[in-house]
């Protein structure tokens, strides 16, 4: 079992849909990272955290020490916000999910 | 600023080829990496460094070797180059080992 679990794998919504995205570990962590990598493949970081919420014009990310659980949301998501999601732990290393392909359509 | 530059951006080897990738950084960063990305799985730590003139290996670190040349500088070089080793790899760079992480527009391999 990997040590970062991203789920879901692929997702497709529309315009204007609010989505989330979670991220389950397993490890004991010090902060969770998301990160962005848009089809051209440069990959940009979102937000750090190591607890409660933090939020960034649409984008909210939320984490659960006690649960191990992060949540990436998008609010009225929109073509632009097409890209790869990573979940990012770090523990005694720093270890990634495998990323959530999100397709907004139009 | 320009953050974390890697050059080249794509490469094309012959199997046995060697070759460098080379990563700057410019925000003054102690901690540097380097990374590969192949499909379906997440990014995986080849070397790191925490710090200037130290260097360390990661998940996958056969058949790679760095140079921490400078604080600025972190290069990835690959002696006899394996179709194994085709993939995409990152450069990165942060403060400290847990702070926020940049980096660098990627490097595009394909050995053959």
């Known amino acids: 079992k990997n040590e970062v679990e991203q789920s879901p794998q692929n997702l497709t919504a529309q315009e204007g849909e609010f989505i989330t995205i979670n991220c389950s570990y397993s490890?004991?962590?010090?902060?969770l990272h998301w990160l962005q990598q848009h089809p051209g493949g440069g990959i940009v970081s979102l937000f750090m955290?190591?607890?409660g919420k933090k939020k960034h014009g649409r984008l909210i990310a939320t984490i659960n020490i006690q649960e191990k659980h992060s949540s990436l949301h998008i609010t009225a998501s929109h073509p632009r916000d097409s890209a790869v999601y990573i979940c990012?732990?770090?523990?005694?290393?720093?270890?990634f999910g495998a990323g959530t392909i999100l397709r907004v359509k139009s | 600023n320009a953050g974390v530059t890697q050059t080249p951006k794509f490469q094309v080897l012959k199997t046995g080829q060697s070759m460098t990738l080379q990563c700057a950084q410019d925000?003054?960063?102690?901690?540097m990496y380097w990374y590969r990305q192949d499909p379906g799985m997440g990014l995986r730590l080849i070397y790191y460094?925490?710090?200037?003139?130290?260097?360390d290996k990661g998940e996958v670190p056969n058949g790679y070797n760095v140079s921490r040349l400078n604080k600025r500088e972190f290069s990835l070089r690959l002696e006899s180059a394996a179709p194994s080793q085709t993939s995409v790899y990152f450069c990165?760079?942060?403060?400290?080992?847990?702070?926020?992480?940049?980096f660098g527009q990627g490097t595009r391999l394909t050995v053959v």
């Open positions: 990165a760079s942060s403060g400290s080992w847990v702070s926020e992480a940049f």
């Open positions: 490890v004991g962590i010090s902060a």
């Open positions: 955290l190591s607890s």
């Open positions: 990012a732990v770090y523990g005694n290393k720093l270890v």
């Open positions: 925000m003054n960063h102690n901690s």
């Open positions: 460094s925490a710090s200037e003139g130290t260097t």
